[in-house]
């Protein structure tokens, strides 16, 4: 077992076809099945079965993916490594995405390539309107964004990264609810949230849509990292994703599910053959190649349409 077998392994895993992998990955389609097989041979297990026009893993090719995801990135971050002293590590690398994806899950990502590259100046910029993400992207203004709902495609390639479910938070209090909520539930509380346009409000304005509410909230803050304190001194409730939420938890927050689940997918964005070679490494954390074609995980749910930020 080498890190090519399984970098070619996690590509037909994600892309759910030994064609569209090969494409991916530049290699004739007979030289991937050699290897696959090969890895197949070595620990001694089908790793996929053939269904229609492509494959699905089995119980032990699934059991793989994770590890396999961790060895390659161990190669990468290595690599990475050596590469950051003998070249200096220097450079700038600047992403655009909205307040919301900015804390989670680009703040953990951002962290775990400057333990790598310590030299590299990194900005984030947070746009008025989604459109704004997609723009600097296609322009060159920005190097990499991050934005929910579906993808654009065309010149901009991209990434699948997180599924966030929207779940209630209260403030903790003995006569709140105990068991799923829906919006309604929350209104008496008086809701909270950002402006409209924003990423979280959009996500509660859809809320409220569907269960026949006003699109309004008792406290609008422009300050996404306010609203955890505001419903912890008792100003409201909020729908938050998870990330968030578990913050306000650990806090003495009241978190709920939601009796209709409600989750929207982040996407990483980035012009086709325009990334700097900081840019690509920056997209080896994630697991993706810059030339990969855009592929949610295998099984993946089917996930709300394009929203503004």
């Given at each position: 077992?080498?890190?090519?077998?399984?970098?070619?392994?996690?590509?037909?895993?994600?892309?759910?076809?030994?064609?569209?992998?090969?494409?991916?990955?530049?290699?004739?389609?007979?030289?991937?099945?050699?290897?696959?097989?090969?890895?197949?041979?070595?620990?001694?297990?089908?790793?996929?079965?053939?269904?229609?026009?492509?494959?699905?893993?089995?119980p032990?090719?699934?059991?793989?993916?994770?590890?396999?995801?961790?060895?390659?990135?161990?190669?990468?971050?290595?690599?990475?490594?050596?590469r950051?002293?003998?070249?200096?590590?220097?450079?700038?690398?600047?992403?655009?995405?909205?307040?919301?994806?900015?804390?989670?899950?680009?703040?953990?990502?951002?962290?775990?390539?400057?333990?790598?590259?310590?030299?590299?100046?990194?900005?984030?910029?947070?746009?008025?309107?989604?459109?704004?993400?997609?723009?600097?992207?296609?322009?060159?203004?920005?190097?990499?964004?991050?934005?929910?709902?579906?993808?654009?495609?065309?010149?901009?390639?991209?990434?699948?990264?997180?599924?966030?479910?929207?779940?209630?938070?209260?403030?903790?209090?003995?006569?709140?609810?105990?068991?799923?909520?829906?919006?309604?539930?929350?209104?008496?509380?008086?809701?909270?949230?950002?402006?409209?346009?924003?990423?979280?409000?959009?996500?509660?304005?859809?809320?409220?849509?569907?269960?026949?509410?006003?699109?309004?909230?008792?406290?609008?803050?422009?300050?996404?990292?306010?609203?955890?304190?505001?419903?912890?001194?008792?100003?409201?409730?909020?729908?938050?994703?998870?990330?968030?939420?578990?913050?306000?938890?650990?806090?003495?927050?009241?978190?709920?599910?939601?009796?209709?689940?409600?989750?929207t997918?982040?996407?990483?964005?980035?012009?086709?053959?325009?990334?700097?070679?900081?840019?690509?490494h920056?997209?080896?954390?994630?697991?993706?190649h810059?030339?990969?074609?855009?592929?949610?995980p295998?099984?993946s749910?089917?996930?709300?349409?394009?929203?503004?930020?």
């Amino acid at each position: 077992m080498d890190r090519r077998h399984l970098e070619y392994f996690l590509a037909v895993a994600d892309l759910g076809s030994f064609t569209r992998a090969a494409s991916a990955l530049l290699i004739a389609q007979p030289s991937l099945s050699q290897s696959i097989a090969a890895l197949e041979r070595d620990l001694g297990s089908q790793l996929f079965e053939r269904h229609g026009r492509g494959v699905r893993l089995t119980p032990a090719g699934d059991a793989l993916v994770e590890p396999a995801r961790r060895t390659v990135r161990s190669f990468m971050l290595a690599r990475g490594a050596v590469r950051s002293v003998t070249d200096g590590g220097f450079g700038r690398l600047a992403i655009i995405t909205n307040t919301l994806w900015a804390i989670d899950p680009l703040a953990r990502m951002i962290g775990e390539f400057r333990r790598v590259h310590p030299g590299v100046h990194l900005t984030v910029a947070d746009p008025s309107r989604r459109s704004d993400v997609v723009d600097e992207v296609r322009l060159g203004e920005a190097d990499l964004g991050l934005l929910d709902g579906t993808p654009p495609g065309g010149i901009l390639a991209s990434h699948w990264l997180a599924d966030h479910e929207l779940v209630a938070v209260l403030p903790s209090h003995p006569a709140g609810p105990t068991d799923a909520v829906t919006v309604e539930d929350l209104v008496p509380f008086g809701l909270i949230s950002t402006p409209v346009g924003t990423a979280l409000r959009t996500l509660v304005d859809d809320q409220l849509e569907a269960a026949g509410r006003p699109a309004e909230v008792a406290v609008e803050t422009a300050h996404v990292a306010s609203v955890v304190p505001l419903l912890l001194s008792g100003a409201g409730a909020a729908l938050l994703p998870q990330g968030l939420a578990a913050d306000a938890a650990a806090k003495g927050a009241r978190v709920l599910p939601l009796r209709r689940p409600s989750r929207t997918s982040v996407h990483l964005v980035w012009r086709r053959g325009r990334l700097s070679e900081l840019g690509e490494h920056f997209l080896a954390f994630s697991g993706v190649h810059a030339d990969a074609p855009a592929t949610p995980p295998i099984d993946s749910p089917s996930l709300p349409d394009s929203r503004p930020v």
